[in-house]
């Protein structure tokens, strides 16, 4: 189990279109703003109380958050 994403751990995979890190012990996905083409991503079931990096992924179309600790949900509400 994933229990962090440090910031360059995804470095170099730009193309990256989905991306799948369901039922691990993340506490923040920030890293995950360096994935432009980024158009699925599932973080359901962590311990994430905050999506910093959702707000950077222009390309998504789907996004998993279920099962979190996330209190301030503003940063999905505008990825409209």
């Known amino acids: 189990r994933l229990e962090a994403l440090p910031a ?3 470095a170099g995979l730009a193309g990256l279109t989905e991306l799948y890190l369901s039922e691990n012990g993340l506490t923040t996905i920030a890293a995950v703003a ?3 083409a980024l158009r699925i991503l ?3 079931q962590n311990r994430l109380a905050d999506l910093t990096g959702v707000e950077a992924l222009p ?3 789907e996004f998993w958050a ?3 600790r996330v209190a301030d949900w503003d940063q999905v509400r505008r990825l409209r």
Do not use: F, H, S, T
Request: charged share 15%; no cysteine.
């Open 59 to 61: 390309a998504l179309e």
């Open 34 to 36: 360096q994935l432009p």
């Open 8 to 10: 360059g751990a995804l």
């Open 42 to 44: 599932d973080v359901a």
């Open 66 to 68: 279920n099962n979190n």
